[in-house]
């Protein structure tokens, strides 16, 4: 039975928001406004959390990082199941980071470009694997795949090729 298409919907609904929001938080003109979001949500978490001196902020932020590209290509693979979404993650967070390097307002790192593409991964492996979950989407090279293609008695569990064992 066929599944709706509701799920693919609420997928790419989720896509725009996390994406909005993402794009908001790297094309922000205030570099030390986003930096002071960071510390706020540091201390509202890690610092509830009374894990501190276990966590740095630097790699707090990393962890945004990685969830601020996770999310919208989780989605975007769940809707649309391909890996080619790795290279527009990669692309797309190169050029954002290219460009807080050449205009100056923000500053462009590698490490971002790192975690956002770790992000991109995490993102498209998890989105691909739930809809392959969900929709039963079945790897080509799966020889099952092919089965209908096949007499029925080739595909008899008995072995016999008649059905007759």
């Known amino acids: 039975m066929p ?8 997928a790419l609904a989720g896509a725009a928001l996390s ?10 003109p205030s570099g030390w406004q986003i930096n002071r979001l960071v510390v706020n949500l540091y201390f509202a978490s890690v610092g509830r959390l009374g894990l501190i001196h276990e966590i740095s902020i630097d790699q707090f932020d ?8 996770a ?10 199941p391909s890996y080619w979404w790795l290279l527009v993650g990669f692309s797309l ?4 980071e290219s460009l807080q390097f050449i205009s100056e307002l923000r500053d462009g790192s590698p490490v971002d470009v790192i975690t956002n ?22 790897d080509a090279n799966d020889p099952s795949v092919h089965d209908a293609d096949l007499p029925r008695s080739a ?3 008995s072995g016999y090729a008649d059905g007759q064992g």
């Open 155 to 157: 595909l008899d569990p």
């Open 19 to 28: 994406g909005t929001a993402g794009f908001l938080m790297v094309a922000w």
């Open 62 to 69: 990393g962890f945004l990082n990685v969830v601020l590209f």
């Open 117 to 138: 593409t770790l992000g991109t991964f995490i993102g498209v492996a998890i989105g691909c694997e739930l809809s392959r979950r969900y929709y039963g989407r079945r």
């Open 3 to 10: 599944r709706s298409g509701l799920p693919r919907r609420i």
């Open 93 to 96: 967070t190169t050029l954002v």
């Open 71 to 80: 999310l919208p290509f989780a989605c975007l693979a769940f809707a649309y």
